[in-house]
């Protein structure tokens, strides 16, 4: 059986990251890893970070659970049916219910096939503390992703004093009292944590649609390379609804692009040696009325 391991959090929490971490991990131990991935928008940026030799299926443009559930069991499926692999990681859109994407990997098409491990959830530290500032839908989904969690990495915990760092622990552990619950500095956790955990049993779940979570995706492309200090003065400008945004731009004076990063007011660039097209992704609510860079 191949063991499959789910990775919930909400947007810009570091799935990604500790995704990316554990692919490495798995090959280091001779274990060759399969990825099933879900993109709330139309392009697969996220996957553009997996590396070449890795199986890998996607869902662009929609929500691993819901509606999606058919579409994910035939991508599982396709993936069973062509290649070979030890460990299956399934990475979540950030709008998505841990446990309605737990649907897709107990299809009585390839159960006996799947052992499911359990769902690790990344958190960002300082969001989590904050979150009474999100709408009541987005701070739901988010602690009940936290609340689903068999292994729970709270991240990002380098931008918490001490005593914060406390406070979110403490009220971490009241939403979650089973989880494992790791404090962790850009999602780095040693693999053994996620090979001792098991799932715990779940409750009934009211299903909580994308679409009525208000979220929303918008792709704004770029003929011409941007000024970065011009477009970081509108990244300032940006309201706390404005929850991700990712994608490749080229910057004025660079021949290649750069890879872009934004969540929650922090940014990051990552400078690319390919011929990447220039677009970003925004995810977040009432983008309709943002002014574009």
Known sequence: MVDVYLFSGFLGSGKTTLLKKMIMEFKEQGLKPAIFMNELGSMNFDSEEVGDGVPLKEI?????????????EAQ??????????DVLLIETTGAAHPVEALDAIFSPLFAERLNFRGIVTVADSKRF?????LSPQIRSLFIEQIRHADLLLANKTDLLSESEQSQAIFEIQQINPTARIVQTVHAKVPLQLLESISPAERGAV???PV????????????DQPIEREAFEDWLRT?????????????LSGHSYPHS??????????LPEYLKLRNQIVLIGENLDELAMP
Do not use: H
């Not at 662009?60 to 994910?72: H, Y």
């Open 211 to 222: 679409s009525k979570l208000n979220l929303q995706t918008k792709i704004v492309s770029f």
């Open 238 to 250: 940006l309201p706390d609804t404005v929850y991700r945004i990712k994608g490749y731009i080229t």
């Open 206 to 208: 009211e299903q909580a």
């Open 129 to 133: 503390l904050e979150r009474q500032q």
């Open 76 to 85: 599982i499926q396709s993936l069973l049916a062509e290649s070979e692999f």
């Open 60 to 72: 662009l443009d929609g929500c691993i659970c819901c509606s999606g559930s058919e579409k994910s």
């Open 260 to 269: 872009f990063q934004y969540a929650y007011g922090m940014v990051q660039w």
